[in-house]
């Protein structure tokens, strides 16, 4: 009969013990529990592989892939336990097709966007990533950089009418009034002229039947010629010399997803800004209107201090 001396009996139980510990913890780890992410859009680009790819980079433990629309089925025939990306509007389209399916993100869609297709209604599947900065985080860049601006001017049209009691709401605690203007025609310059004549800044809703490169022109010249700034709509318009914006890039975009693929989809918001966010100023713009330079990531972290967490 084999003889184990008694003083490695303990030695043994602890080898064993940090075995067990360590498959576990490797069980754990194994990607058996992975979940499966469809991205989908209208049309495979280089910009789409790579957002696929950062993704998926995120996520090593899960199986993340683009397939463009045309290579699937209807909504209702994908497996539910699928967690769906819509990267574009025609995705959109094609999920509204069907209430069943998978659980589904909608990533960056404005606004005016889910507005036009979804009127009030909001389907229990869905969740919305918007695409354009939040009216409140706008009301707050503004009085950062122009704290003597207290008439903030709006244009509106048909479109964007139903942003501006959530506008006012925003602007209330701030000690800002909101001036509208509502303009329908942007061929006659009477609405923008009788708006600039009652505020101190313009705010630019994120309106693409208002903002847009057929207005820039005249939208800009306008204030400017006034000594009057424009903030926002978007970055884009930042470079075509707003003076500036918040907005939220593919980073940011990216980090957003990463938080909520972490949790079960039952628990997804309805609608979503991410927490994320950067500031696009036009340091040239700022010059002309005898603001001090701005520093971008400064006021970006100031504005993020401010935001009230849910």
Not at 29 to 58: C, H, K, M, Y
Not at 216 to 235: D, E, F, H, T, V
Not at 279 to 286: D, G, K, L, M, R
């Amino acid at each position: 009969m084999s003889y184990c001396p008694a003083w490695k009996t303990p030695s043994l139980r602890r080898l064993l013990a940090v075995l067990c510990l360590l498959f576990g913890s490797l069980l754990g780890s194994l990607p058996g529990n992975a979940a499966d992410i469809l991205l989908t859009g209208a049309e495979d680009s280089p910009d789409v592989r790579t957002f696929t790819q950062a993704l998926s980079e995120l996520r090593p433990n899960d199986n993340v892939r683009f397939q463009t629309l045309a290579s699937l089925p209807t909504p209702d025939k994908l497996p539910e336990n699928i967690r769906l990306i819509l990267l574009d509007l025609p995705s959109l389209d094609w999920r509204l097709q069907d209430t069943r399916g998978p659980a589904t993100l909608v990533l960056r869609i404005s606004r005016l966007q889910a507005r036009r297709r979804l009127n009030n209604t909001l389907p229990a599947h869905l969740s919305l990533l918007w695409s354009d900065p939040p009216l409140d985080r706008q009301l707050r860049l503004t009085r950062t950089l122009l704290p003597e601006a207290k008439r903030i001017g709006v244009l509106y049209d048909n479109h964007s009418e139903f942003l501006l009691n959530e506008l006012r709401n925003a602007a209330l605690p701030l000690g800002l009034e909101v001036v509208t203007q509502r303009w329908d025609n942007i061929h006659d310059s009477r609405p923008l002229q009788a708006l600039l004549n009652n505020s101190d800044v313009l705010l630019g809703l994120d309106d693409a039947d208002l903002y847009n490169p057929q207005t820039a022109k005249n939208l800009l010249l306008s204030s400017y010629s006034r000594q009057m700034a424009l903030i926002g709509p978007n970055a884009g318009f930042v470079k075509a010399a707003s003076l500036a914006s918040t907005y939220s890039d593919q980073s940011d975009w990216l980090a957003a997803l990463d938080e909520l693929l972490d949790r079960p989809p039952a628990t997804w918001p309805r609608t979503h800004y991410p927490h994320r966010f950067k500031v696009a100023s036009n340091p040239q713009v700022a010059r002309s209107l005898g603001i001090e330079q701005i520093n971008d990531a400064s006021v970006a972290t100031l504005l993020a201090e401010g935001e009230r967490r849910p």
